[in-house]
């Protein structure tokens, strides 16, 4: 089990992270969510051992995190954490070789995850040459080419077009059945109500929210209704007190019948999306959120890649 114990970190007169506590145990993921600059990526770095902390404790299966058991962890950062000009099966081997796995295994995985993830016939380019989106698929290959016990993935979603998602999704969802451990933070919480039953909410350096993702929906003073009508292109969407019961809102719907004739077409009646439990947890709306997601970090400064990769695999 990775355990995040009270940890505390500043950058000079910014607080980046005060008093931070989290777990996620083997075979269970953990999605980590925040406003940008809110201690995320922090996080996760500390954990990799990339920055120190001034307080606190990380601790894997009950240990201070060593450098050789930090090689059986596998980490996406945001950012491109890679050789440039190093060409893609290259890399993938490279990484393997320094995570501990012999020559021919490092190769042997290196070929598989580029199937898996339908990048052979890129293996021999150049990483500068792909997309941002097959940059990610390599990114994601070189956390599990050496078969990690721990993922730790910084928006390991962003910039993946829709059939890349659902490869990733399972990917993430087979690692979590043969008893990985997983973190991953994203700013798509639709994808994060998929895939996990727990979520940590960090807001300016402290959690302010946690918990089992369906409790914490279950907790919101109200329910909505969406409806949606034959002749209207887009639905409508009532907010009822969360005492309200589905008969009372079928009678409420029959009732304004009478003068909206229009047939019902689709009815969903439950809990709000995750996406609102965020928003009121982080007291922000989602105007705000959307300036967050466009603004600059204000995590740590962006590492060199070589150093950061190079910190990854010492």
Not at 29 to 36: A, K, M
Not at 51 to 78: C, E, N
Not at 133 to 144: E, P
Request: net charge negative.
């Amino acid at each position: 089990m990775l355990e995040v114990r009270n940890v505390s970190k500043r950058f000079g007169a910014t607080v980046a992270l005060d008093d931070v506590s989290l777990a996620v145990r083997e075979g269970e993921v953990v999605g980590f969510l925040g406003p940008n600059g809110s201690g995320k990526t922090t996080t996760m770095r500390s954990i990799m051992g990339l920055i120190s902390v001034d307080a606190g404790d990380v601790l894997w299966k009950g240990q201070p995190i060593t450098a050789d058991i930090r090689h059986r962890f596998g980490y996406m950062p945001a950012e491109r954490g890679m050789y440039p000009k190093m060409r893609v099966r290259e890399q993938l081997v490279y990484f393997a070789r320094l995570a501990g796995r012999t020559a021919p295994d490092a190769t042997a995985a290196a070929d598989h995850w580029l199937a898996r993830l339908g990048l052979t016939d890129r293996a021999g380019d150049e990483v500068q040459a792909l997309s941002s989106g097959n940059q990610q698929r390599v990114q994601l290959a070189i956390a599990l080419a050496h078969d990690p016990e721990l993922l730790i993935l910084d928006e390991p979603f962003s910039g993946l077009d829709p059939i890349a998602v659902e490869t990733m999704k399972q990917l993430l969802l087979e690692q979590v059945a043969r008893g990985v451990a997983v973190l991953f933070s994203s700013h798509q919480l639709d994808l994060v109500t998929d895939i996990c039953r727990d979520v940590v909410i960090v807001d300016q350096g402290r959690i302010v929210l946690e918990g089992d993702v369906h409790e914490l929906r279950g907790r919101s003073p109200f329910r909505d209704v969406v409806v949606r009508y034959e002749s209207r292109d887009e639905p409508e969407l009532l907010r009822v007190p969360a005492s309200t019961t589905i008969d009372e809102v079928l009678a409420q719907l029959a009732d304004r019948r009478s003068v909206d004739e229009s047939r019902i077409v689709d009815l969903s009646f439950g809990p709000p999306a995750l996406s609102e439990v965020f928003l009121r947890a982080v007291g922000r709306t989602e105007a705000e959120i959307a300036q967050d997601v466009d603004a600059p970090d204000v995590d740590p400064p962006d590492l060199d890649p070589d150093v950061e990769m190079a910190g990854d695999a010492s």
